[in-house]
């Protein structure tokens, strides 16, 4: 399976291309960053993202494209533009009928790492580790957009080595991880009756 990982941002858009044998290994095809100005026109630099992601997807002919999904922050410009960001990107993979997948930061960071509260610098050791890399890619948004990559191919169940239950060893990592943040998310919530 090939997928293309993308971290959607309008300074800084990472892009990530992974290969995903059966047997789970994976092995990194391309990664990048492209940038836009804050100088430019908002039209002009979802221009210039529009335009690269074209070249990835015309280039490397991913089988699906993994995004993260846009979650809450307190920043509303950073949310609007990841949000345009994003709509262009799934935009360009409708227009050559390839999959888009999204996925939470802490989805990513619980298949990749095991954990769903993980810092940067641990998905960053990971993805090196995963990918057999010499050096971590640079910036973080390129090793994040190799993490969604890896993520979506793991939890996808793209693989022969199976576990209990047919799942594989991160797609059981992944799910006790987000048994854990739901359970503590239960927890918290006042007057929850469990079922």
Same mark, same amino acid.
Do not use: Y
């Given at each position: !399976?090939?997928?293309?990982?993308?971290?959607?941002? +309008? $300074?800084?858009?990472?892009?990530?291309?992974? #290969?995903?044998?059966?047997?789970?290994?994976?092995?990194?095809?391309?990664?990048?960053?492209?940038?836009?100005?804050?100088?430019?026109?908002?039209?002009?630099?979802?221009?210039?993202?529009?335009?690269?992601? #074209?070249? %990835? +997807?015309?280039?490397?002919?991913?089988?699906?494209?993994?995004?993260?999904?846009?979650?809450?922050?307190?920043?509303?410009?950073?949310? !609007?533009?990841?949000?345009?960001?994003?709509?262009?990107? !799934?935009?360009?993979?409708?227009?050559?009928?390839?999959?888009? &997948? !999204?996925?939470?930061?802490?989805?990513?960071?619980? =298949?990749?790492?095991?954990?769903?509260? &993980?810092?940067?610098?641990?998905?960053?050791?990971?993805?090196?580790?995963?990918?057999?890399?010499?050096?971590?890619? @640079?910036?973080?948004?390129?090793? #994040? *957009? +190799? =993490?969604? *990559?890896?993520?979506? *191919?793991? @939890?996808?169940?793209?693989?022969?080595?199976?576990?209990?239950?047919?799942? $594989?060893?991160?797609?059981?990592?992944?799910?006790?991880?987000?048994?854990?943040?739901?359970?503590?998310?239960?927890?918290?919530?006042?007057?929850?009756? %469990?079922?």
């Amino acid at each position: !399976m090939r997928v293309l990982g993308v971290d959607p941002g +309008l $300074t800084r858009c990472g892009l990530g291309v992974v #290969d995903v044998a059966a047997n789970r290994t994976a092995t990194m095809v391309a990664v990048g960053v492209v940038g836009s100005s804050h100088e430019q026109s908002l039209d002009g630099r979802l221009l210039v993202i529009a335009e690269a992601i #074209d070249q %990835w +997807l015309d280039a490397f002919k991913p089988d699906v494209l993994a995004i993260e999904r846009v979650f809450a922050q307190t920043n509303l410009s950073t949310v !609007m533009g990841v949000a345009q960001v994003s709509g262009v990107v !799934m935009v360009a993979a409708a227009r050559r009928r390839i999959p888009v &997948a !999204m996925h939470t930061p802490s989805e990513v960071k619980a =298949a990749v790492t095991g954990s769903g509260r &993980a810092d940067k610098a641990s998905v960053t050791a990971m993805v090196v580790r995963i990918l057999r890399l010499t050096e971590p890619p @640079r910036p973080a948004d390129a090793a #994040d *957009a +190799l =993490a969604l *990559a890896i993520a979506h *191919a793991w @939890r996808s169940g793209n693989s022969l080595a199976s576990g209990p239950e047919g799942t $594989t060893a991160a797609q059981q990592l992944w799910r006790d991880a987000e048994t854990r943040a739901k359970t503590k998310k239960n927890k918290e919530k006042p007057g929850h009756a %469990w079922r």
